[in-house]
C-alpha cells in the first residue's frame, strides 16, 4: 500500500490535497527507483511531509524525516491527486 500511495505521486513537483489543504509535493528517484525521498509543504501553511523510502533485496524500509511514521503514513493513505 504504502509504495503504491508513493508511486502514485508523479516525479518532481505536483499538488495534492490532504485534509482540506493544498500541498507542494516533490517526489526524486534515486538508484534507478531503490531510493525515493518525498517531500511535501502545506502551501500557505507550516505542515510538512518528509520521508525516505528504501527498496533492497531483502526488504523495503520507510525512514520518516523528523516526525512520527503514523503522520507520514496517514498522508500517504489519505492525499487526493488534483
Known sequence: MIIESIKELPLG???VEYQQKKYGVTRTDFNAGKSIKVY?????GNDFISLNYYITSTAENLKP??????????FLKNYKKL
Open 65 to 74: 524525516c523528523e516526525m512520527p511514521q503514523q503522520k507520514v503514513i496517514h
Open 13 to 15: 513537483y505536483s499538488e
Open 40 to 44: 511535501a509543504e502545506e502551501l500557505g
